[in-house]
């Protein structure tokens, strides 16, 4: 089956530094990615949407310059979150869909950002 | 291994019908939670339900049920009463230790 790998599993940093969270397709090719963050109370909101060779679209009340979404190739997409924050502190879960189009959507197992 | 499993790739239901979506889970973690998702094809998550593996009773939320078996270990949502605006791609999910496993989904299609 489809997986997708993220990559770091886990990752503390301190406040103001850059965090790079790797999104692969191990075994497709995926010509749009998402990214989503897990919240507290579940909630699980879409930040963006990436298309493979273009700008990401990000959902309104995402800060552009604050994450970063790069997605250089057909199996590989980045979120980097700069100059984190505390309040950036979160699930962040990555999923992919295939280039087949048929619309599946395979999810990562996730990234913990700890933001001291 | 952790695992979700969603049987049902498609279902068409009649509206206002009660509508059971499957998911079953394989882990060994002690605590773990379940989630059930919403997706309309904007792509956003909507969350419609959580389920903690301690919780003695099931959960609601509306018109929301998630029958939880943990002997078997299941988690069926259950939609009562189906309105045309649950069309939709349902996403079961069980979180445990900093890690999250989706389903693969069941699309649901309400019919008029």
């Known amino acids: 089956g489809a997986v997708v790998s993220q990559h770091p599993s886990r990752v503390i940093c301190k406040s103001g530094t850059s965090v790079k969270i790797e999104c692969r397709s191990l075994d497709f090719q995926a010509t749009t990615m998402f990214w989503y963050r897990q919240f507290p109370k579940k909630s699980l909101m879409l930040m963006a949407t990436s298309n493979e060779g273009s700008k990401a679209t990000y959902e309104q009340g995402v800060e552009k310059d604050k994450f970063l979404i790069n997605h250089a190739s057909l199996t590989l997409s980045t979120l980097t979150v700069t100059s984190a924050h505390p309040e950036d502190s979160s699930f962040y879960i990555c999923?992919?869909?295939?280039?087949?189009?048929?619309?599946?959507?395979?999810f990562g197992p996730g990234t913990r950002l700890t933001v001291l | 291994a952790q695992k979700i499993t969603q049987t049902q790739p498609g279902m068409f239901v009649q509206e206002k019908e009660a509508v059971t979506l499957d998911c079953t889970y394989d882990t060994s973690d002690q605590s773990y939670g379940l989630f059930w998702y919403k997706q309309p094809s904007s792509g956003e998550m909507i969350f419609l339900i959580y389920?903690?593996?301690?919780?003695?009773q099931n959960a609601t939320e509306g018109r929301y049920s998630l029958n939880f078996q943990k002997a078997r270990k299941s988690a069926n949502l259950v939609i009562s009463a189906s309105q045309l605006g649950d069309s939709a791609m349902y996403f079961c999910a069980m979180r445990g230790d900093d890690k999250i496993i989706f389903g693969k989904g069941t699309r649901l299609h309400i019919l008029p």
């Open positions: 999923s992919a869909r295939m280039r087949d189009g048929k619309n599946e959507q395979f």
């Open positions: 389920q903690g593996s301690y919780d003695e």
